[in-house]
C-alpha cells in the first residue's frame, strides 16, 4: 500500500483465535460464516504494520512476541513471526527507528524487550498512549512481566503521547480510548490521501455490519463504541482507507455508503 509518498506493508506476528464470544454473549457461530469456520472459530491475524517515511522506518505495534497465550472461552494468540516478516522485506531489527503501540495489550508489544527487559529494536523510541502507561506498567492492568521490566528499565526511549501529535513526517498519532485507556490511532497521510491504521478500536469490518459486537477486551465498553462510530465517520471521508489490527488478511479497505454503509476491500 503506497500513501503519497509513503510506503505501509502489513506483517502478520501470528494468529489470534478468536470465538464468537468475543464479541458478545449475544454472538452466535453461525452468524457470519465468512468468519468463522466449521468449528466456530475466527483465525485472525496478529499484525503489525511497518511505515516508511523519509529516513524514518517505523513500527506500528509489535506483535505477540515469540509465545503463546491461552484466553477465555478457548481463544490463543500464537506469536512469533515478526522479525521473519520484517527479514523479508529486508529489515533488520536495527533499522527500525520507532514504534508506535496502539495499545499495550500482550499482543502489540511482544517484541518490544526479550526476557531478560532489553530492547529488541536497538534504536527504536517507542511511542504510545500516556494512559496505558498508567493502566498497564504502573496499574493492575495485565501485561508479562519481562515487558514490564522494559518499561520501567528504558524510560529514555519512552514518548508517551496525552494528546494528538506527529511522530513523524506524515504520520501523526490519535487518541480513540475505549478499548484501552490510552489506546491509539495512527494516521498516516501523503497529499490528498490518507490511511487510518486502527489499531484494536475497530477488531473486524464486520462490526459495521453488527453495531453491537464489542470487543471482550474492552476496557471502557460504551467509550469504545463512540470511538468506533467516529473512526467509521473518519472512514467515510473521502480518500480515506483503514485497517485494523486484527483485519482478516490485513488487508486495506475503504467505507462506502449507498444501501447502507458498506466496507470495500481496497484493490
Ligand atoms: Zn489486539
Not at 495485565?142 to 496525552?162: A, C, E, N
Not at 465517520?233 to 480518500?239: I, S
Request: proline content about 7%.
Amino acid at each position: 500500500m503506497r500513501i503519497g509518498d509513503i510506503d505501509l506493508h502489513p506483517v502478520a506476528d501470528g494468529t489470534f483465535v478468536a470465538a464468537p464470544g468475543y464479541f458478545g454473549t449475544h454472538v452466535g457461530a453461525d452468524a457470519h460464516p465468512e468468519l468463522f469456520d466449521r468449528d466456530g472459530t475466527a483465525w485472525l491475524p496478529i499484525g503489525c504494520f511497518l511505515v516508511r517515511s523519509g529516513d524514518r522506518v517505523v513500527l506500528v505495534d509489535a506483535g505477540m512476541g515469540p509465545q503463546a497465550e491461552d484466553l477465555p472461552l478457548g481463544m490463543r494468540l500464537l506469536g512469533g513471526q515478526l522479525l521473519t516478516g520484517l527479514r523479508a522485506l529486508g529489515v533488520t531489527t536495527a533499522d527500525i527507528t520507532d514504534v508506535i503501540c496502539t495499545h499495550l495489550h500482550t499482543d502489540h508489544v511482544g517484541w518490544l524487550f526479550d526476557l531478560a527487559g532489553t530492547p529488541v529494536f536497538p534504536r527504536a523510541t517507542i511511542w504510545f498512549g500516556a494512559g496505558d502507561h498508567a493502566h498497564f506498567v504502573d496499574g493492575s492492568g495485565h501485561m508479562v512481566p519481562h515487558i514490564r521490566k522494559g518499561f520501567l528499565q528504558h524510560t529514555s526511549r519512552l514518548r508517551p503521547i496525552d494528546h494528538n501529535r506527529a511522530v513523524a513526517p506524515g504520520i501523526t498519532a490519535q487518541l480513540t480510548p475505549g478499548h484501552t485507556p490510552g489506546h491509539l490511532c495512527v494516521v498516516v497521510s501523503s497529499g490528498q490521501e490518507r490511511a487510518l491504521l486502527l489499531g484494536d478500536a475497530v477488531t473486524c469490518p464486520v462490526q459495521l455490519d453488527e453495531p453491537t459486537w464489542h470487543s471482550l477486551a474492552d476496557v471502557d465498553t460504551a467509550l469504545a463504541d463512540r470511538t468506533r462510530e467516529l473512526l467509521w465517520r473518519e472512514l467515510e471521508q473521502p480518500g480515506v482507507v483503514g485497517v485494523g489490527a486484527h483485519f482478516p488478511e490485513l488487508r486495506f479497505g475503504r467505507l462506502l455508503r449507498g444501501n447502507g454503509r458498506q466496507w470495500h476491500i481496497t484493490p
